[in-house]
Structure formats: structure tokens, C-alpha cells
């Protein structure tokens, strides 16, 4: 099974960037769906972004036209480049792996990395 660990996360100001990267343990490209997810304190656990095994990308309302998911597929990583950062971004954010199947519910993945925090101060 395929082993996935974050890093990047850190602490920004307003306005900032960070870029997240998730290093699998297996070549992904084309046999899982890989996605970040978020969690905040008090809130559930919600989708970011998701690379399907055909390389097409979707994006939470919330993030579209700031982050962008990306992976190499030589260094089995995946990333996240988050632009234009709001308070509102901080959170733990999780890479997660499914086989094949790209769902937006979390609770649909089984494979998930350790998290690394982002926060933003204003």
C-alpha cells in the first residue's frame, strides 16, 4: 500500500505563498487519484484539490484561481501551490491516495499522509 508524507507547511503572512509537497512511496500517476485535504480546529475535514489518474484537476470553490495541484511523476510527488493566502487557509492539510476512483468526500480515501500545518496571520 502506498505510504504518502507531507511537507512544506509553515506559518505566512497574508497575502503569501507556500508550496505543500507529498512524496509517495510508489509510483502514482494514472493508478491512484491523489488530493489534499484540509482540516481546521471545529471543522470537519474538506477537499483542496484532487489529480485524477487522467491528470485532469479540480479545486474547492474556496481555493480556485490561488492553489494549484501539480505532481511529478518522475519523483512520485504531488503538490500544492498556494498563492494570494487569507487567514481563512490555515489549517492541517493532508495528502490522501485512492485507487483509481477520484471521490471529494475524505472519508472515501484510504491512504493518507501525516499532515503538515499551514497558518496565515493577517
Known amino acids: 500500500q502506498v505510504q504518502l508524507v507531507e511537507s512544506g507547511g509553515g506559518s505566512v503572512q497574508a497575502g503569501g505563498s507556500l508550496r505543500l509537497s507529498c512524496a509517495a512511496s510508489?509510483?502514482?500517476?494514472?493508478?491512484?487519484?491523489m488530493g489534499w485535504f484540509r482540516q481546521a480546529p471545529g471543522k470537519e475535514r474538506e477537499v483542496v484539490a484532487v489529480i485524477a489518474t487522467d491528470g485532469s484537476t479540480g479545486y474547492a470553490g474556496s481555493v480556485k484561481g490561488r492553489f494549484t495541484i501539480s505532481q511529478d511523476n518522475a519523483k512520485n510527488t504531488l503538490y500544492l501551490q498556494m498563492n494570494s493566502l487569507k487567514p481563512e487557509d490555515t489549517a492541517m492539510y493532508y495528502c490522501?491516495?485512492?485507487?483509481?476512483?477520484?471521490?471529494?468526500?475524505?472519508?472515501?480515501?484510504?491512504?493518507w499522509g501525516q499532515g503538515t500545518q499551514v497558518t496565515v496571520s493577517s
Open positions: 510508489e509510483y502514482t500517476y494514472s493508478r491512484y487519484c
Open positions: 490522501a491516495a485512492e485507487p483509481f476512483i477520484c471521490p471529494t468526500d475524505y472519508s472515501k480515501y484510504n491512504y
